[in-house]
Structure formats: structure tokens, C-alpha cells
């Protein structure tokens, strides 16, 4: 008789509780809508924003790519004599080649300028201005990068470099010597620092700077001892220690 009465206490409890909770649910019912409906609003917003930034990667992606095709397309007037006809699209100069990739690059950049091609196509914008010969051009989007603030960040580093070779190249060479030293001297620049380091050494001495120029030369020998610069290194060090002796 204990025992029944004790399940029915339990059971009335459990039918108790469960009227306290169902007459919850019927007072709230509009409410809990709403939250029911926010809730899946919210989940619907993430899951389609998330498809939504897939997408704009991969459309992204593609046009970089279609870029970088042109860059990377044959010229006619550059193929050995006799060569076979280039599979898909050639150009006929240097200068229509990298004008068209210039201006497919700066297209990127401008249309997912918030993704990381943005920069990077950027960049590619800027080297193949200055492959055109567009130096004044190349100047500005690539100092356009290079200014850009983000740690180990590929493109401004690159286009640092870039800057450099610019500069050499225009006979700004106390300009490039700047330019090469802000790579060299970021130890956090993913770019191979004895790559930088040569060019430095090389700007120095067109620099008319033999003894920054020994330096570098021998700081890279030292730091970067299995680099394939480090022989041609030694070579220019031992020129420059020999030049300054006699």
C-alpha cells in the first residue's frame, strides 16, 4: 500500500510538473516563437554567410588565375627561331603582354580588395607595370603594398623587393640600397633573406659604397652559408677586401 502510494505521489509530481510546464509554454507561446524564429534566422544568416564568403573566394581565386595567365603567356617575338606555334593565347610584345596582365591584376584587386588576393594581385599589378616599362606606375602600386602593415604578410615584402630592383633599374640606387636593407633587416619578411641580401650588396656597390658593400657580402657568406649566392658572395667580398688594399 506504501509502495502504490508512493508511485502515485510520483506519478501526480511528474503529471503536476509537467502541467506547470505545458501551461509555460501555452502563456509563452508568441514568445518563444520569436526566439524559435530569431534562433533559426541566426543560424540560416551564419550558415549562408559562410557559403556566401566560400564563394566569393573561390570567384576570387579563379580570376586571379586568369590573370596570371596572361603574365605568364608566351611572346612571340621572344621564341627561338623556328620554335612551334605556343599552345593558347601568345602576344606579340612584351609590352601588350604585361599591360593586359596589369590591368586583369588591378581588376582582382579591386573587386576583392577585402580578401587576401587583394593584395597579392595587387602586387602582380605593380610587377607587371613595371615589366611594360610603366615605371612611374609600377612605383605607385607598389609602394601601395609595400605600405601595408600586416606581419609576415607575403606581398608587402615582395613588393619591397620589387621596389628595389625599380629603383635599380631607374639609377635611383641610394633608393634601392633603403628598399633592399627594409627586407634584410625585417626579421619577420618570409622572403629568402639572402636573396635580399645580395641585391642589397649589389645596389652598395653600384652605390659607389664598397665597404657597406664588402659587408653584406660577407654577412651573407656567414649567415647563409649553403645559399647559391653564398660562392658568388665570397667572390665580390674577397674583390671588394682586395680593391681597398691596393
Known sequence: ?????????????FVSGFEQVWLFVQQRRKELQIVAAVALILVLGTWGLSAWRQQRTLEAEQAFASALEIFQAPVTAELPLGAPPPAGTAYASAAEKYGKAAAAFADVAGRFASLPVGPRALYYAGVARMEAGQTAEAEQVLSQVAALREPEALAPALARLALGELYRQSGRVDQAVDA????VDDAQAPVPRDYALISLAAALEEAKRPAEARAAYERLGQDFPASVYAAEARRRAEFLLTAASS
Open 1 to 13: 500500500m506504501k509502495r502504490e502510494l508512493k508511485r502515485r505521489i510520483k506519478q501526480d509530481e
Open 180 to 183: 633592399f636593407r627594409q627586407v
